[in-house]
């Protein structure tokens, strides 16, 4: 008999621009929050949960597997495995698909996947100088040495430090930023500045609206900000109700100065968050008594050219489909990440071009057009923010709520990866 | 009961262990028996080959627990203490005269006599358990260390760490006694069979001998201090500490310093001789009785289940609390602090912020004095969770109700929650004035609808008053009762009524400080009279401050109408609650506060506000006390005796002592009572009721018991 993987319920926090109001929160923090109130929401026996399975990016020195600090805290048992999964802007999509598989092949049948990023909290890191300084002085074992060795510092190494997230961003194998290689499609895909601020523009818009309507709010459980607790975070810091196409044309290129086109306002901000899912066996969960949310059909990830790694879920997509048994057009609604507007627009022109399903992906004609009024219909990374460990699950948390809320079937995550990879997810509204 | 193997001797050849096991008792004490069996062990010891002695304990977690208390409790006259201390000066005496080194395994609570009887051996080493605790708990008892403690303890650990120990009643782990000298080693509770057979080796090697461990102070400052002319210092200053703490009410700390001081480097004789009669001037005062009284009350809730049936409490693992406030805030602090998970439930995200902030700021506290580690703050924060709908709720056993004190808002709630809890969840009320049994008509189940009041600040004040209401079932009870004491707390189970208990006694006393005002008493004097002459922790005055003057006045006029005239209220209540001032909430009541909420001091703006003249203080201390006091033992007779809001005269000692912080010296309102006299009480009472008014009528039970000559115990 074969079985099905549901998602029975998520919850998520609130997404908060790095250096906002959440900065000061541990991701570690952040996970617990999301993974305890979905636990009390759901009323879920955490007896039955097989095991917790965690994205994150920045694996934080004092927590370095934080899916088992996570579950810990939020009250999970000391007997329940849990760990953390990073593929890289996928890392909480990985999660969601490890927990599929384990469930799909019948080892296990509840399963708590998410993930959580702090991206305030990334590092500065000591420099290869500076740091094989303080090692030496480690080595020295009087006080005099001690002293001595002080004058062997160099300020300016000391001053250098490297910027954990900057590394982070920049791709080790091509050596180029990720803001470079949107500007990289930008270019070879004809997206204007214009194109991109527009499409920016209507991220803003669409996440204000869904704010405004409550659309969001099911899926969001607030922050209390500790030691002083002045402060609840109780939805997502980043969208600008009034975002115009005017006043993101002020703003200079950030990665390209003369030529490039990508400015801080149509790429996604650096975000801290973290988001739930709890996943179960299809027959399992009606016993249990829940109404799950939706069907997993189906996923893949995908391989590219590092330096267009942007355009991932062009690779992915297609083969989640197909292992879904799905057609293109016969997606109700795509949550597609938003990294760079640049990116995802190059997405949409991929999706549709001919020449470029056959060259590149081997497929007999274009997977077809992406309909806008099916895309990303609550804004997305520009507005809501991405954080980078987090985001898969957001991305399927709200596809998921979304399809409910419109009564619509069929659904597509996807996402690009950092490195040269896509990722796409495909589930199925299970109550229409 | 048989003692005479309590104590045994196992030979191990060049050595001897003896251990301690007092059958049929779960702790071992040093009792009479005890003694006389410790006593022929050493005089068997004492001619033996051995060459070194260990003794340690077969019980679990307790080394001696101390002495007996049950055959102090009785005795009256100095001259049976000093024969008990003579003969156990005599055999602690030969204990440490013996020829042999001997070695304590310390492993457990070691206290009172247990640790006089360690300091009697030649070496000690502890475990790093967490149930080792090794200290003088005497002086809590109202009596002082009488085998030795006040004259070994500061020869071995110095006069300043000894007082410590012996003034506060204090006791150390293992580390810490390390670190005083108090033990030679703390080690792992593993270890240490193995480490004993070290030094037993050492010993056996002629590495280790007899000896008398003495005190050598270190640094430079602390070797003045522990000098001639700075021990000077040390026992004024710990002189200033004890009057400051103990208002000078309790003797026992005076008499305690008194012998150490006297004692200090005096012959052992000599020294014994201190300490015998400091010891039995304090023993036979009414003071002491009262403190071992009150120890028995308190040992005594810990064997109740507050049900005369046999009913098992359920188990509890998931606590709810409805009201996230600083009260909310606290009872959910207090429940995950016990480990158990909590969901808070409030109506908006600001309220369940105070809830969070109350709750960390608790535990932060204890995080900056080390007391907590910052790992398991995180963990204990990481227990409470919250939401605004009723997430989580059908997982949780008890729900704890704390919102505002309005009957139709509670109901609804009420009504409302069960919906969302599984079917044999209790739901607790933190009412302090509103009938349990009318609110538990909106549960449909109302036997699972139970009182459960806590004093506020949550985690200061000991008692809960749990309150049957009259479908309350005793299994709820037992639960509810079972919770409060696994959270730390003493509960009084006690019948619905207006105020219950403590608040029913309470009351009257605070409302009769504005007749007292009225009378011409300042607010300062009428407060200190109450503290610094009678003890309580609080005057009437500030105490209203405290509860907030607007409560205070609301419940009044609800004890109005539900008691009847004999609840009279001050003209001045209607122009404070005409005022804006509500208390030491919003800074505004008899006394100023500063940004803390410290009282600063009385604000004189006060009389003014009410239309009073200059006070003159023109009434006696006396009056003031007994205006005050004997109301509240008038109302104590009748919640007990005609009402039977609880059924003995201990329950109400203990929740006015737990409640209220009654100065535990007196042994509790009708302990008070009866030392005073219920005929001079009556009669008193009669005398203010002609000269003044309604509320002092004495009440029927209590003109009874003068009549008949009995007393409340």
């Known amino acids: 008999m074969s079985r099905n993987v549901v998602i029975v319920e998520g919850l998520r926090t609130p997404f908060a621009k790095a250096g906002t109001d959440l900065k000061d929160v541990h991701p570690a923090d952040l996970g617990e929050v999301a993974l305890r109130e979905l636990i009390a929401k759901t009323n879920l026996d955490t007896d039955l949960v097989d095991e917790v399975i965690v994205g994150n990016t920045g694996s934080p020195s004092d927590a370095v597997n934080i899916g088992r600090v996570v579950a810990l805290r939020a009250g999970i048992p000391l007997k329940t495995s849990a760990y953390t999964v990073h593929r890289n802007c996928a890392s909480a999509l990985e999660s969601v698909t490890s927990g599929f598989e384990k469930i799909k092949s019948g080892t296990m049948d509840v399963v708590l996947t998410g993930g959580t990023e702090s991206m305030s909290q990334l590092p500065l890191i000591y420099n290869k100088k500076t740091t094989s300084w303080f090692i030496q002085m480690m080595s020295k074992k009087t006080a005099m040495q001690k002293i001595m060795h002080l004058k062997n510092l160099s300020l300016p190494a000391l001053l250098n430090p490297k910027i954990s997230v900057m590394e982070g961003l920049t791709d080790p194998f091509v050596g180029i930023n990720m803001g470079k290689t949107a500007e990289i499609l930008a270019k070879e895909f004809g997206i204007s500045r214009l194109q991109q601020d527009e499409f920016a523009t209507m991220s803003h818009t669409r996440a204000a609206a869904a704010q405004e309507s409550g659309a969001l709010k099911d899926e969001i459980t607030p922050v209390f900000i500790p030691p002083k607790f002045k402060k609840v975070v109780h939805q997502d810091i980043g969208p600008r109700a009034g975002q115009t196409v005017e006043k993101l044309a002020k703003l200079r290129p950030y990665f390209d100065r003369k030529y490039g086109s990508i400015t801080v306002g149509n790429a996604c901000p650096l975000t801290d968050g973290a988001a739930m899912l709890l996943l179960m066996e299809e027959e399992k969960a009606k016993s249990l008594g829940y109404k799950p949310l939706a069907r997993i059909r189906g996923y893949a990830f995908a391989g590219l050219e590092p330096e267009r790694m942007g355009l991932g879920p062009v690779y992915s997509t297609p083969i989640a489909l197909k292992r879904a048994g799905v057609e293109f057009k016969d997606l109700d609604l795509i949550e597609l990440n938003e990294a760079f507007a640049a990116q995802v627009l190059a997405c949409n022109k991929a999706f549709a071009s001919d020449e470029f399903c056959q060259n590149k992906l081997g497929l007999s004609k274009a997977l077809g057009e992406v309909d806008p009024n099916k895309l990303n219909v609550n804004g997305g990374a520009i507005s809501l923010g991405h954080p980078v460990g987090a985001t898969g699950t957001r991305l399927v948390l709200t596809l998921a709520k979304a399809l409910k809320a419109q009564n619509k079937k069929l659904g597509l995550a996807t996402l690009c990866i950092g490195g040269g990879q896509g990722g796409a997810i495909v589930i199925e509204n299970m109550n229409v | ?713």
Not at chain 2, 34 to 61: D, W
Not at chain 2, 319 to 328: E, N, Q, S, T
Not at chain 2, 401 to 407: L, P, Q, S, T
Not at chain 2, 409 to 426: F, G, P, R, S
Request: some cysteine.
């Open chain 2, 1 to 713: 009961m048989s003692t005479v193997d309590c104590l045994e001797i196992i030979d191990k050849g060049d050595y001897a262990v003896v251990e301690f096991d007092l059958k049929g008792e779960k702790v071992n004490k040093l009792s009479f028996p005890v003694m006389k069996r410790l006593q022929e062990v050493t005089n068997e010891l004492k001619s033996s080959k051995y060459k070194a002695v260990v003794v340690k304990s077969k019980k679990k977690k307790i080394f001696i627990a101390g002495a007996d208390i049950e055959e102090i409790k009785s005795v009256t006259e100095e001259s049976q203490f000093r024969s008990v201390l003579e003969q156990a000066h005599s055999i602690f005496n030969a204990w440490e005269d013996l020829p042999m080194p001997t070695i304590a395994a310390i492993d457990g609570a070691c206290l009172g006599g247990g640790c006089e009887f360690v300091i009697s051996c030649d070496y000690r080493i502890a475990t790093l358990d967490k149930s080792t605790r090794i200290g003088l708990p005497e002086v809590k008892l109202g009596i002082i260390p009488g085998f030795g403690g006040c004259i070994r303890l500061p020869r071995m650990i110095g006069v300043m760490a000894s007082l410590d120990i012996i003034l506060a009643g204090k006791s150390v782990d293992g580390k810490k006694a390390a670190r005083l000298g108090l033990v030679d080693e703390a080690v792992p509770k593993e270890l240490l069979d193995q480490r004993v057979e070290l030094m037993v080796n050492d010993i056996i090697a002629g590495k280790k001998s007899k000896r008398q461990k003495t005190f050598k102070a270190k640094k430079l400052p602390n070797k003045f201090l522990e000098s001639f002319l700075g021990r000077g210092i040390v026992f004024s200053k710990a002189k200033k500490t004890v009057m400051k703490q103990s208002k000078g009410f309790y003797p026992a700390p005076l008499a305690a310093l008194d012998t150490v001081k006297k004692a200090f480097g005096a012959s052992r004789s000599k020294a014994q001789e201190i300490e015998m009669k400091a010891f039995c001037k304090v023993a036979v005062t009414p003071i002491s009785k009262h403190l071992i009284n009150l120890f028995y009350l308190m040992e005594g809730i810990k064997k109740q289940t507050g049900v005369s049936s046999d009913v098992k409490p359920l188990k509890i693992e998931h606590v709810g609390v409805l009201g996230a406030g600083v009260m909310g805030g606290g009872i959910a602090q207090l429940a995950a602090d016990k480990n158990y998970n909590v969901r808070m439930k409030d109506i908006s995200n600001e309220a369940l912020a105070i809830g969070y902030k109350q709750a960390s700021d608790i535990w932060a506290k204890k995080v900056k004095r080390r007391r907590l580690s910052k790992f398991d703050f995180k963990k204990k924060m990481s227990l409470i969770g919250s939401s605004l709908d009723y997430s989580g709720f059908p997982k949780l056993d008890v729900v704890i109700e704390a919102i505002v004190e309005d009957m139709k808002i509670k109901k609804m709630v009420i009504a409302d929650t069960v919906k969302h809890c599984k079917e044999d969840a209790i739901i607790a009320t933190n009412t302090s004035s509103l009938s349990v049994t009318e609110m538990a008509e909106a549960h449909p189940n109302p036997k699972n609808f139970v009182g459960m009041h806590f004093f506020n600040p949550v985690h200061k004040m000991p008692l809960v008053e749990v309150i049957r209401g009259e479908h309350t079932s005793d299994e709820a009870t037992a639960t509810i009762f079972d919770l409060s004491k696994r959270m730390g707390k003493t509960p009084v189970v006690v019948k619905d009524g207006p105020g219950f208990l403590v608040n029913r006694l309470l009351l009257p006393w605070m409302s009769e400080a504005l007749f007292l005002l009225e009378d011409g008493m300042s607010i300062k004097t009428l407060d200190r009279h109450f503290t610094h002459k009678f003890g309580m922790p609080m005057g009437p005055c500030r105490l209203l401050d405290e509860v907030g003057l607007d409560t205070a006045i609301k419940v009044l006029k609800i004890f109005q109408n539900s008691l009847g005239e004999r609840i009279q209220v001050s003209a001045l209540a209607d122009k404070i609650k005409a005022s804006d001032r509500l208390g030491k909430k919003n800074k505004k009541g008899f006394y100023n506060y500063n940004e803390k909420g410290h009282d600063t001091d009385v604000d004189d703006s006060m009389y003014s506000l009410l239309g009073l003249k200059s006070a003159n203080d023109s009434l006696t201390e006396e009056e003031c006390i007994e205006r005050g006091m004997y109301q509240m033992i008038n109302e104590a007779a009748r919640a007990l005796l005609e009402d039977k809001i609880v059924e003995t005269a201990g329950e109400v000692d203990l929740a006015m002592i737990m409640g209220t912080g009654f100065p535990p010296f007196r042994g509790g309102l009708l302990r008070y009572a009866d030392e005073v006299g219920i005929q001079n009480i009556v009669d008193k009472l009669e005398g203010y009721h002609q000269k003044i008014g309604i509320r002092f009528k004495p009440a029927d039970s209590l003109v009874e018991m003068a009549k008949n000559n009995k007393t409340f115990y």
